[in-house]
């Protein structure tokens, strides 16, 4: 089958569409054939070489795919041959066919094409467990969702508003902003001309956010426990601007709010599994009723990887890129 490889690590020319060898699926798992992989920053990142696939899994990247069942293991009994659905990978997904864990595996949602379903797992699956397992959001607070415009923020937005929260969020430019708006953000802020914790103070009347959803790590900590209310939430899920910063403990202690990491793509199966049930259970309904949508930036040739991490990395993507076999 073909496959988007990466025999030595590097820039988006790093890539190399190369053939290897079909997967078969062992005990508990399921063969898709692909109808799309989705980008993510995480690919970025592996194709450098600094975040490489957990073992077991294939050692090129993608993180989520949509696609129809080929094969089942016979101790499957939850999906057939024929079913259309996404998947949450370890990695792997930038490749005409893909093996997966059964439990990882989700219905493509009413409404949702199959192609553009594939914007959903890694973005839905980051978004619910940051937002609610991590962050404890609930209806009635406000949250920050830091890059509104990316595949995370763009579906945290949504999920946001969906529980009945406030949301601010950041982009880069009045366009992207103004789009952020469309999604549910009840307040968008332009990173590029506004100062955050000024913004953040000023759309809420001073009193801070209740929990910050956070790409940025390090360049943004100071801004963001700035931007929290008492008892708030920093939940931080990249290191965008850098892995190590000081901490105003004392500001921390005031605000008796907290600083949470997590990653996803590491996790145990069945904690995966657990929040693969999750996500049907609570945020595909949300899907069929319209309330959250994947946000597609463009839908791009496998075989063009390189030119879709190129995009990607240029920051002029507005939700998910999409590579189709």
């Known amino acids: 089958m073909r496959a988007v490889t990466v025999p030595t690590p590097g820039g988006p020319e790093a890539l190399v569409p190369t053939t290897v060898p079909d997967p078969v699926p062992g005990p508990g798992q399921v063969l898709v054939s692909v109808a799309a992989a989705g980008v993510n920053r995480a690919d970025l990142l592996q194709r450098a070489g600094h975040y490489p696939s957990p073992p ?25 041959v024929g079913d259309e659905v996404c998947a949450l990978l370890g990695g792997g997904g930038y490749a005409e066919r893909v093996v997966v864990d059964a439990a990882h595996v989700l219905p493509v949602p009413d409404g949702v094409g199959l192609v553009d379903a594939a914007a959903l797992p890694e973005a839905v699956c980051t978004a619910w467990s ?95 426990l700035a931007s929290l209310a008492t008892g708030g939430r920093l939940v931080v899920i990249g290191t965008q601007r850098g892995r190590r910063a000081e901490i105003d403990l004392g500001l921390l202690m005031s605000r008796r709010a907290a600083v949470l990491g997590t990653t996803l793509r590491a996790r145990p199966g069945e904690q995966k599994a657990a929040l693969v049930a999750a996500v049907r259970e609570h945020v595909w309904p949300m899907v069929a009723d319209g309330r959250v949508q994947p946000v597609v930036h463009a839908r791009v040739p496998l075989d063009d990887a390189a030119r879709a991490h190129r995009m990607l990395d240029a920051g002029e993507v507005f939700g998910k890129l999409l590579l189709v076999p």
Do not use: F
């Open 130 to 224: 940051n937002l609610v397992d991590v962050g404890r959001l609930r209806a009635g607070e406000q949250v920050l969702v830091h890059g509104g415009s990316g595949g995370v923020g763009s579906v945290a937005i949504q999920i946001g508003a969906a529980l009945g929260a406030r949301v601010l969020t950041t982009a880069g430019g009045p366009e992207r902003a103004e789009r952020c708006r469309t999604l549910g953000a009840a307040v968008a802020i332009d990173h590029r001309t506004e100062d955050l914790a000024e913004a953040v103070t000023r759309a809420t009347d001073g009193r801070g956010v209740d929990v910050v959803l956070d790409v940025l790590g390090a360049g943004g900590l100071a801004a963001n």
């Open 56 to 80: 077991g899994a294939p050692d090129w990247p993608g993180l989520e795919v949509s696609g129809t069942v080929a094969a089942v293991s016979p101790d499957v009994d939850v999906w057939d």
